[in-house]
């Protein structure tokens, strides 16, 4: 099992609300990050090798005597199994020797220091919020991960899994309507009327009749969609 797939994009929305419902009682501020190709920062200590890719040269050419050549891969990179897990075990690895303590409860999520000095942080693949009381702990905290990974600071918390997050002086608001407006228009129903019924009346649904779905995984991402939707 993937890492990542160890807790749902619904279960881990409850942990980001508890995080604002903290950061709102406390009325501290919320960051966000974003690491650049997250998955190539992964080390291998396995043997894993693949193909040159079409067009690709060599720098320095090499005698193949008659076979195919390979590249030996240093670094984990898209499409291999143990990516995420590699790239999330060196990450781990980087905020324990900052002085984190991971959360039993969700992996993800890390905590460090106690009252006045404590910093929250939270990641989801490449998405990281840091939320906390001390600012100047926050900021060498920003610091160090930008030596050690190659990132973006994008100020305060505008989006996380979806849902539009908006800080004010009277609280969080949470919204759901650029994420309902962006499922609109990747199928093709931005455009469209509202109807007092989600779906024709008098329509009569068999297993038997009809035609077959050409690719029924878009289909079914829909629905996955339109659950987190309404979950959320």
Known sequence: MDFFDTFSPVAKLVIVKVLLTLTTTNKWSLVQLDVNNVFLN???????????????????????Q??????????????????S????SKFYNALLTHGFHQSKL???????????????????????????????????LK??????????????????LGPEIVQSAKGIFFSQR??????????????????????IPNVKLSSFNGELLEDSSVYKHLVGRLLYLTIS
Request: avoid cysteine; charge should be positive; aromatic fraction near 16%.
């Open 143 to 160: 610091v160090f991960l930008h030596g050690q990974f190659k990132l973006k600071d994008l100020g305060h918390l505008r989006y996380f």
């Open 178 to 199: 650029h994420y309902t407006l962006q499922l609109l228009e990747d199928t093709g129903f931005f455009s469209s009327k509202l109807a007092i019924l989600p779906m």
């Open 85 to 88: 897990r590699k790239w999330f």
């Open 106 to 140: 969700d992996y993800s999520s890390f905590t460090k220091g106690t009252s006045a000095s404590f910093v929250a942080f939270l990641i989801y693949v490449d998405d990281i919020i840091i939320t906390g009381s001390d600012l100047a702990a926050i900021a060498f």
């Open 66 to 83: 008659g076979k195919q050549l390979v590249y030996k891969l240093h670094k984990s990179i898209y499409g291999l199994k143990q990516t």
């Open 42 to 64: 992964g080390n291998l200590f396995e043997e894993e090798y693949m193909d040159l890719p079409l067009g690709y040269k060599p720098k320095v050419p090499a005698p193949n």
